[in-house]
Each structure stands twice: as C-alpha cells, then as structure tokens.
C-alpha cells in the first residue's frame, strides 16, 4: 500500500508536539523500509483544535483521521494501519469532529490543513495561480467591477466594500502606489489571519497580486505581527518560491505586470492595525494615527496612494476572479455577502476556526460546530464579538444572524471575527475591566479623549470590581464612554468603550450587584469573594482540593470541602474548577 | 564588559541607502545584542542624521524593544480574551510569584524575563504561555512547573 499521511502542524498542532509527531512517522517509515511507499506532509492547522491532528490518505482515496497523536501512538499506526490495514480504532476521530465540520462552508479555509504550505505545487495543484493568470488578462476596471459585484467586504473589521475601496485607488493617480497586506491581527481572540497565513499563503499572495493589479501597484508590502514567528516564515518561503515560478518580481506571467511583494515585521503595537498607524510603522516611526482625509486611496504610504486590506480579504479574491461575482454574492446574507471565519473560544466545547455563511445565526455557530457549552451544568453567560471594540452580547440576543448590520444594532461589532464564549463564571464589570486595560495598555496617546479618557473609566472600573463602586461612577461611565465615541482621532479610541457599554446594557444587575450589594455573582472579583464552600451546593467531589497550589483545602472522599482562610492565597484555582460553582 | 560595537557596524551599512529601515535595522540589532544599546543608538543616529530621541521615540513606543538585556529565556504570559476567560491573569500572578519577578524584570540568574503580552493568537489552546519560540497551551500551575523546571534543567546540563 502507498499513501501519503498528513501532520496539521500549525502553531495550534505545533504546540501540542505535531513535529515530533512528524518526525517520528519519517523515522519509523525509513527504519520499516516505508519510506518509498508513503510520504509525510507538515500542513497547516485544519481549524478544530485537538491536539495533533494526522491524517492517513491511501492512494485509493481512502482517508482516516486520527486525532490526539502523540508521539508515542505513531509505531502503532505505522504497524497496525501502514501495514495491515487497520486502523488504530481508540485515536479515531469522534462525533466531535464531524460536528465541528458539518455546517461549516469552507472557502477561505480550503486548503488549511489540506495541502503541504511549503510545496508551492500543492496549491497549483488546487487551481493555484490561475485566478491571477485569468486576472491579468482582464483590464483594471472590469475587475473593479467584479469585486464590486461580489459584494466583498473588509474582513478586518469595519466591513468597507472591497471593489469600492479598490476602485478609489485605482481612480488615483500617481506614478507610485501600494499595495498593503493587513496581518497586524491584534485582536485579543482571534486567530484565523495567523492560520490561514500558516495554511494557505499562497492564497493570500494571489490576491494580493490581483489586487496589485488592479491599482496599479508595483509594490506591495504584507505588515505582519512579530508574535507569529511560523507564519512569518512560511510567508517568506511561500513569496520565495512564487518569485522563482515567476508570480512576483518582473513581468509576472510574461505579462507587462511587475509586483515586487516585501514582509514587514511588526514590533508590538496594538494601534497599527489601523491603517494610518499601520503606515507610519512600515515608513520606520512610531505607529501613530493620523486624521483621515486624506484617505490612504489618495495619500498613504510615503504620500502614494495606498491600498490595505486584511489577509482574510484577500484570500476571497481568488475564489471570486475564478467562479464569478454572482457565485460569490449568492452565499450569505443581505447586505453581508460570502463567508466569514470565526474565532471560536472560550468555554465552549470545541475551540478553533469555524467558517460559516453570512447570515447563520451566532447560537447555530456555538452549539452546531462549537458543540455548545464545554461545562453543561454552568450555563451559557455571554458571548464577546469583535475583541476590545466589540461587545458582550447576553442569552436573549444570540439568535443574531452572523451580518455586519445585525451585529452593529446589538453594539457589538463584527470585528475580525473573534468569538469568546463565557459562561456563568465569567464576570461582566471584569471582562469590561478587562478590555479597557487593554486598550489603555494600547492606546497611542496622540489624543486625549482615548489616552485619558479610557484611562480614568478603567480607573472607576477598577474601584466597581473592588467594591467600592458607587452609582455615580455607573452614570459617569456611561457619560464617558459618549464622550471617547465622539472624539477619538481613530477607530481604537472610537469603539475602545464598546465592551462597556454592552455590558451596562445588557448586564446591568451585574453592575448593580458590584456596587450595591458589592457581591461578585460570578465570584471573580477577588476583594468580593470570600472563598467559603456552600455545602448546600457542594458535590463532595474533590476537585477544589487537587487543585489548591497552597493546600489550603480540607477535603476527605464524601464529605464537604472546606476552606482553611489562612492558608488560601486567593488565587481561585478551586473556584474556576469547581463543576458547580460552590465556592464563593 | 565593553561593547562589540562591529556587528552593529555592519548592520549599520547593510541598511544604507534604503527607505523605512529604522524598525527592522533595529529589529535586527536586537536579535544581535539581545536589546539595543544606547551605544548603537548613537551609531544609528549619526550614520543616518537622525536625532536619537527620535530613535528612542521608536523603541519605546513598540513592546518588543528593550533597552536593557534581557534574561536568557522570554515567558511570554498570554493576557488575551480567551487566556483571560480561561485564567490567564492567575498564571501571570503565579509565575510572578514563583520568580519573583514583575512584568518587564529579568530573575537574578539571569535566566528569565517575565512578560504579559496581549493575545498570542492561539486562543483555541488558552490558557497559552510561550517561552522563546515555544508554545505551551492548556496550561495550568502543574505544568508551568514542570515548563519552568525543564528550562532550568536544560541550564544545568
């Protein structure tokens, strides 16, 4: 038998052993004398995080999926499967899987965790580089009008139409212009420009060469977060080989075409997400805002017009040049066409990427592939949309379908697509806490409404999770969130009050329970929890004890556990543990 | 200790003539020296007629420049959505705790700096800490532990 077995070694799989896992499958098949019949292939991450992921595709066709592999099961699969054919039942795959994938439209996603990143001709093999072939036979404006049809939108954030913004560019005139990749993704929970980057880069460079293309542009530049070290270099190596096929560089397709393609390393600034900032890092200053006008279309990078899209944008394109505009705008949902890929995480069962149309609802999205809450018994709290300019949004609203509009009337936002599911233990006023720190943390301080403003609301959060919180202070952060909204130079500072607000909106007796009975219900904010167990509710299951890093719990099999104050260090190991939430 | 200030030299030279090079010539200075001393800041300044205050603009305001060295191995603790929802900021107190060291610091040894950083961007396997270029997901007190005693051991042999 021959075959070729594949290893999702993304950052996701790397971590959790997927080279030695690799490795090992090579050795074993050299030492066995294997090597000739089969082959391994390091892909990116699939999207469901299960640890090391391996596939074994026969030449037949036949294909098994293991997950769970650890280096010590490969003898095994080499010995009980390569060999005689049968698979190692106990590492199968699940129902999980199969439910993580099922209403799942991937199109963006295609190829993560399906071809081998480093081999150029895997993608050639699934259509690669004939979008931008087919492209550069086209004229400028025609694909103008194809992308505008399709009804592309950002992927980043703010849901801009592609062709428009295309279009503006294209319209500019200049003897220089540039083209830009987004892969700034700062986002706290969000994931999926880093996966595709890692799975799929030749999806993005192709877009990015139509793109070019289609502006004008003969350089092009992808702006990418330093903390992603693999998919630095897998973009490296993939725009290594494009340039030795003779995709980028001079005369692309031995057309008239050039398109020189450059990474830029991040440094670690939140802020240069935006585009403004994001320029004025790539030109070597402090990642700083700047009023708009002038649009980048007209003056940005180096005062040429520039064109920025984020990585999930241009890794549509292709799909779009090559099946058509109407292919692309029957998929989704009124005004939001296509796919969307979601960041699922948090407490739900199965964490990953999830893409799905435009339109399903958030609730199909959590318990169809997200398989639901990962804790039964504590029950669904909150879902937190669009990281630190998104919101929280309760129970009651997430029958929302999955569109830039729906999304926007709940106060949350699209965002880049994180998804952080929390439960009843996860506390409003502190995840507000949580987020504002952040962009306070980020925040550029060029101007005053976002580096003070923020600064002090964090500050009232600080006194609410304290329990020092008065209803003043709630007035005051409504007022001030306003006040940052309006004001703001840029889109950090104009949406950085979100979270707050969606939480006094739809979590308000948390609020209230903060300052008026100065009581955590989710027993999160240290100075309001008294770490006493509730015996009424205690399951005498030991967990709480196990855990304690300070041994401060008593605890004997059937009986009630019980907290020794002096010991505690507060550190609410037992507390995030306990199956029933008991201690409080 | 003086400074081999030769490499930065050529680093120096290696970047004339180019547009928007002030972050990755630093960039690449940094993954010389481990931080980018004030000695090199001076080079720079001079072969590229900047003022060094706006060189050092640039290095504070980017969390991944540091003035100082750093320790033998970076914990990067993951302060994200997901690591926070999953006890992220815990881990962060523990190890703290454990090394006796804040945000920023480097141990006595030598050995370790501590960092938070915002989201690591493998909110799948939170809560996540990455120690140089590796990721470890899943991570709960026991295994910092053991993650901490492995690179400790690795230093003894």
Redesign the interface.
């Known amino acids: 038998m021959t075959g070729r077995i594949q290893v999702c070694a993304g950052?996701?799989g790397?971590?959790?052993g997927a080279d030695d896992v690799a490795t090992s499958f090579k050795k074993q098949l050299k030492e066995q004398d294997l090597d000739s019949k089969f082959t391994v292939v390091e892909t990116g991450d699939r999207g469901l995080?299960r640890d090391v992921l391996v596939d074994i595709i026969f030449d037949d066709g036949t294909k098994t999926i293991y997950e769970r592999v650890t280096e010590k099961d490969v003898q095994k699969i080499v010995d009980s499967h390569l060999k005689q054919g049968e698979p190692v039942k106990k590492l199968l795959v699940g129902k999980d899987y199969e439910q993580f994938f099922k209403d799942q439209e991937r199109i963006v996603l295609q190829n993560c965790g399906e071809i081998d990143p480093k081999n150029i001709d895997e993608y050639l093999e699934r259509d690669g580089y004939t979008a931008s072939k087919k492209a550069l036979k086209m004229k400028p404006e025609e694909i103008v009008e194809v992308m505008k049809g399709s009804g592309l939108r950002g992927r980043g954030g703010a849901g801009f139409p592609t062709g428009l913004k295309w279009q503006f560019c294209q319209k500019a005139k200049s003897d220089q212009k540039y083209l830009i990749c987004n892969a700034d993704?700062?986002?706290?929970?969000?994931?999926m420009d880093?996966s595709i980057l890692e799975g799929d880069p030749h999806a993005v460079i192709e877009g990015m060469i139509i793109g070019a293309y289609t502006i004008g542009a003969k350089e092009g530049y992808v702006y990418c977060?330093?903390?992603?070290?693999l998919a630095l270099k897998i973009l490296r190596h993939a725009i290594k080989q494009a340039e030795e096929k003779g995709y980028l560089g001079n005369n692309i397709f031995d057309s008239d075409f050039s398109f020189h393609l450059h990474v830029?390393?991040?440094?670690?600034?939140?802020v240069c997400g935006e585009e403004t900032a994001l320029m004025a890092?790539?030109?070597?200053?402090?990642?700083?805002p700047h009023p708009r006008p002038p649009y980048p279309a007209n003056e940005g990078l180096?005062g040429k017009p520039t064109n920025i899209n984020n990585v999930e944008t241009f890794a549509n394109v292709r799909h779009i040049i090559l099946k058509g505009a109407n292919w692309f705008s029957d998929i989704g949902y009124k005004k939001s066409k296509g796919t969307k890929v979601f960041?699922?995480?948090?407490?739900v069962k199965n964490?990953?990427?999830v893409e799905v149309p435009m339109g399903m609802s958030i609730k199909d999205l959590i318990f169809g592939p997200g398989g639901g809450m990962k804790q039964k018994k504590i029950g669904f709290k909150a879902v937190?949309l669009g990281?630190p300019s998104g919101g929280c949004l309760p129970e009651l609203l997430i029958e929302t379908p999955i569109d830039y509009e729906s999304i926007n009337e709940t106060g949350a936002i699209m965002g880049s697509g994180?998804m952080?599911v929390?439960d009843q233990r996860?506390c409003m006023v502190d995840?507000a806490k949580?987020?504002l720190g952040?962009t306070v943390?980020?925040s550029?301080g060029k101007c005053v409404p976002c580096r003070i403003g923020l600064k002090r609301m964090h500050e009232v959060l600080e006194q609410l999770t304290d329990g020092q919180g008065t209803m003043e202070h709630l007035n005051f952060l409504k007022e001030m969130s306003q006040t940052v909204i309006d004001t703001a130079l840029c889109g950090l500072g104009n949406t950085a009050p979100n979270p707050v607000l969606t939480t006094i909106k739809y979590f308000e007796d948390e609020y209230l329970a903060h300052i008026k009975e100065k009581s955590c219900p989710a027993h999160v904010c240290t100075p309001l929890v008294d770490f006493v167990v509730d015996e009424s509710k205690c399951i005498r299951c030991g967990v709480c004890y196990n855990?304690c890093?300070a041994d401060a719990i008593e605890w004997k099999k059937k009986e009630t556990a019980r907290i020794n104050q002096e010991k505690c260090i507060k550190?609410?190991?037992c507390i995030?543990e306990c199956p029933v939430m008991a201690i409080s | 200790m003086t400074l081999d200030l030769s490499k930065a030299k050529k680093l120096i030279e290696s970047y004339s003539g180019k547009?928007?090079?002030?972050?990755?010539l630093?960039?690449d200075i940094q993954k010389e020296y481990g931080f980018v001393p004030n000695e090199v800041v001076k080079l720079i300044a001079k072969a590229f007629d900047m003022y060094p205050s706006k060189i050092y603009?640039?290095l504070t305001?980017?969390?991944?420049?540091y003035t100082t060295p750093r320790g033998k191995h970076t914990i990067k603790v993951c302060?994200?959505?997901?690591?926070?929802?999953?006890?992220g900021k815990?881990l962060l107190?523990?190890i703290s705790d454990k090394l006796e060291i804040d945000d920023g610091e480097t141990t006595h040894d030598g050995l370790f700096s501590l960092e938070r950083?915002?989201?690591?961007?493998?909110?799948?396997?939170?809560p996540?800490i990455m120690v140089d270029?590796?990721?470890?997901?899943g991570c709960?007190?026991k295994r910092i532990d053991q993650i901490l005693q492995r690179y400790k051991e690795k230093e003894d042999n």
Do not use: N
């Open positions: 950052t996701s790397v971590s959790a995080f993704e700062g986002d706290p929970g969000a994931f880093r977060r330093a903390e992603y070290p830029k390393e991040g440094a670690g600034a939140f890092s790539i030109e070597g200053k402090r990642g700083m180096w960041a699922l995480a948090g407490k964490t990953g990427l937190q990281g994180g952080v929390m996860s995840i949580f987020f952040f943390a980020e550029c855990v890093p550190c609410k190991s995030t | 547009k928007g090079i002030l972050i990755p630093l960039q603009g640039v305001f980017y969390t991944q420049f302060q994200g959505t997901a690591c926070h929802v999953m006890g815990a107190d523990y950083v915002a989201c690591l961007g493998c909110c799948g396997m939170a996540v270029k590796e990721f470890y997901g709960d007190f």
